[in-house]
């Protein structure tokens, strides 16, 4: 009988040096999962960080060159503008010059006509010069000033148009980067700290 127990207790006593030996590896295991996610985590982090570090260096990149490219785009515009307008003052003063000789051979020949008028000859009507001078008058001032507009409207419609361009461009060639998954663990590897990643047997 005093044998039985002795085997008892010895039997007793291997297995709880079992279950602690037991439950020591599986702290470990769950120690190390826990180690293995912090650096993990700390990967990713590392990783987002580097990867948003960069995005903001290319947007502000993309920001710089496309400030540029509006300042550009402005001088431009303005040169366009510049041009057309001092085109517009040529061809006003070129209109002013022909009106100033439609004016002078209006003044001649009613002169003339005044002169035959007073030695008793037929004098022609001048009023249908008078009518043609004042149409041609209004009619160069009407297409003097919708060609100026025009003009405005498709210099201003032009630069906006490239803004347009400029800023389509600055979309699609600014990307955020993909983040890498860290190439120490798989895609599936995503445990929990204190959980093993071994499958249980059943």
Not at 115 to 140: K, S, V
Request: glycine share 4%; with cysteine.
């Amino acid at each position: 009988m005093a044998r039985l127990q002795t085997h008892a207790w010895q039997l007793l006593a291997l297995l709880l040096a079992a279950l602690l030996v037991w439950q020591s590896l599986a702290r470990l295991g769950a120690e190390r999962d826990a180690a293995q996610a912090r650096t993990d985590l700390a990967t990713d982090r590392q990783a987002a960080a580097t990867a948003a570090l960069h995005a903001s260096e290319r947007y502000r990149q993309r920001e710089g060159a496309y400030r540029e490219r509006l300042d550009f785009l402005a001088r431009d515009t303005d040169l366009a503008l510049a041009r057309a307008a001092a085109d517009a003052d040529a061809a006003r003063a070129a209109a002013g010059r022909l009106r100033g000789d439609l004016a002078d051979y209006i003044t001649a020949h009613r002169a003339a006509a005044q002169a035959r008028a007073a030695a008793g000859q037929c004098a022609p009507d001048t009023a249908a010069l008078d009518l043609l001078a004042e149409l041609q008058r209004r009619a160069d001032e009407r297409a003097g000033a919708l060609a100026r507009i025009a003009d405005d409207a498709r210099h201003r419609g032009s630069a906006c148009e490239r803004a347009y361009d400029a800023g389509l461009a600055l979309t699609s060639e600014a990307r955020i980067p993909h983040v890498p998954r860290n190439p120490s663990r798989p895609a599936g590897d995503r445990h929990l700290p204190g959980l093993s990643t071994k499958p249980s047997t059943p």
